[in-house]
């Protein structure tokens, strides 16, 4: 049965890690969540460590410098890793070719770069491409899935295998929601196509995840101390579960509609049927991190 909670402290003393998400727990995209900050702050203060985890299409350098842009503190945490990052693995071994197609804005170019320079893969056009890497759309403030049935339609019927960046369907840009390459990869596995995952739930990110947690951590941290945070049912959630890690769900995020109550903290009634529409049962659930 999940617990709902009133703040991080209450649990927080049961673990030696936590796996963060980044948009709708420590930021909107526009500004960083204070009450996150102060927890997390906190929480690394009494000796925890705090990797946020993220699918983020951006290798994790990248999104260090977003959330300096967007002024969280660099003592939030301690270390990143990126469903980017995974992706960009998967991509320099050439798992869709040489020649792809970049489906995506022109500000997640940095995926074609790597810590040494430059990645060994050619951006194509479609109709030249091996290959399709789907980091977002070109435009998410104004378009949506339905404006690619063309370009999914072409890539399926010649048999190209697409490799989400970003397994996110949609995010919160401050009041906004916008589709992220989640989206894509969705209507183009619908279509006929082969997708390919590597951020959360898959395993891909969570074994960068492990690894990146060792680097900084003079002990090993087993799995039963790890927490992961977040408020994609689907990904953050189910990806801990999957890893027989804890987790904590925040309601206030993509699911606030769904759940909240007038108070803005989880309704129980609507707490559990959505946790039993989507067959999952989280460790904790609160309504924003604090």
């Known amino acids: 049965m999940t617990r709902i909670i009133d703040n991080l402290a209450q649990v927080a003393h049961s673990y030696d890690a936590l796996f963060v998400d980044l948009w709708g727990c420590l930021h909107n995209g526009v500004e960083p969540f204070k009450d996150a900050v102060v927890a997390l702050q906190t929480y690394r203060a009494s000796g925890g460590k705090v990797l946020l985890l993220t699918n983020s299409p951006r290798p994790r350098a990248s999104v260090k410098r977003q959330l300096e842009r967007i002024g969280v503190p660099t003592d ?31 500000h997640d170019l940095s995926f074609f770069e790597d810590e040494n320079g430059p990645i060994n893969v050619e951006r194509v056009p479609l109709d030249q491409a091996e290959g399709i890497v789907c980091t977002g759309l070109f435009d998410d403030l104004t378009e949506t899935p339905d ?24 995010v919160d840009v401050g009041d906004k929601r916008i589709f992220c390459a989640g989206a894509i990869a969705q209507a183009y596995t619908e279509a006929g196509g082969t997708s390919l995952y590597f951020g959360k739930p898959h395993s891909p990110i969570y074994q960068l995840a492990y690894a990146r947690l060792a680097g900084i951590s003079a002990r090993r941290i087993d799995n039963d101390r790890i927490l992961c945070i977040g408020d994609g049912i689907n990904t953050d959630i189910r990806g801990g579960v999957a890893e027989d890690l804890d987790t904590l769900f925040i309601t206030g995020g993509l699911a606030a509609n769904e759940i909240h109550g007038i108070d803005g903290k989880p309704d129980e009634t609507k707490l559990a049927e959505f946790i039993k529409s989507n067959k999952l049962s989280p460790t904790f659930t609160i309504g924003h991190l604090r």
């Open 76 to 106: 939030t945490y301690d270390e990143i890793a990126t469903s980017g990052d995974s992706a960009q693995i998967a991509m320099a071994a050439g798992m869709v070719g040489r020649k792809v197609y970049h489906l995506g804005p022109e």
């Open 147 to 170: 404006d690619y049935r063309l370009t999914i339609l072409d890539g399926k019927t010649r048999g190209l295998k697409l490799l989400c960046a970003n397994p996110d369907i949609s």
